[in-house]
């Protein structure tokens, strides 16, 4: 019976040394893995399409491909025009590329260019 409780005890006190362990091993390599990730550029996307709509009040430009009624929505607020001086510049059936990035189910368009 007391080799028992020495060897429980035994592994207690292991078990608690290694979870104590691990756990400062892993508060110190956190921060250098998120200023990793926040380090790297964004990669952007691009969309060809035709203006479908252009909403002035929220800043949004919706394009989509041509005789189609799906289309997607870019977040124009801070977007390079080219081709155009604003955004009320853009009318319905334009035909544009846009650089875009996505972020938490959000698309921001980087770069708007008329297309002729």
């Known amino acids: ?5 020495i060897a429980l005890s035994m ?4 078990a608690g040394y290694t979870a104590t362990g691990l756990a400062q091993d892993t508060k110190q390599h956190a921060p250098v893995e998120q200023k ?16 479908q709509e252009v909403d002035l009040k929220n800043k949004i430009v919706t394009a ?9 929505a870019f977040h124009a607020s801070d977007a390079k ?8 510049d853009i009318k319905p059936g334009d035909k544009v590329k846009v650089e875009f990035d996505a972020i938490k189910a ?5 770069t708007i260019t008329k297309e002729e």
Do not use: D
């Open 64 to 72: 989509g491909k041509p005789k189609s009624e799906l289309g997607m």
């Open 81 to 88: 025009l080219v081709g155009y001086k604003t955004l009320k």
């Open 36 to 51: 990793a990730a926040q380090e790297q550029p964004r990669k952007t996307a691009l969309y060809h399409g035709v203006v």
């Open 1 to 5: 019976m007391k080799k028992t409780v």
């Open 11 to 14: 592994v207690m006190i292991a």
């Open 106 to 110: 959000k698309t921001y368009a980087m």
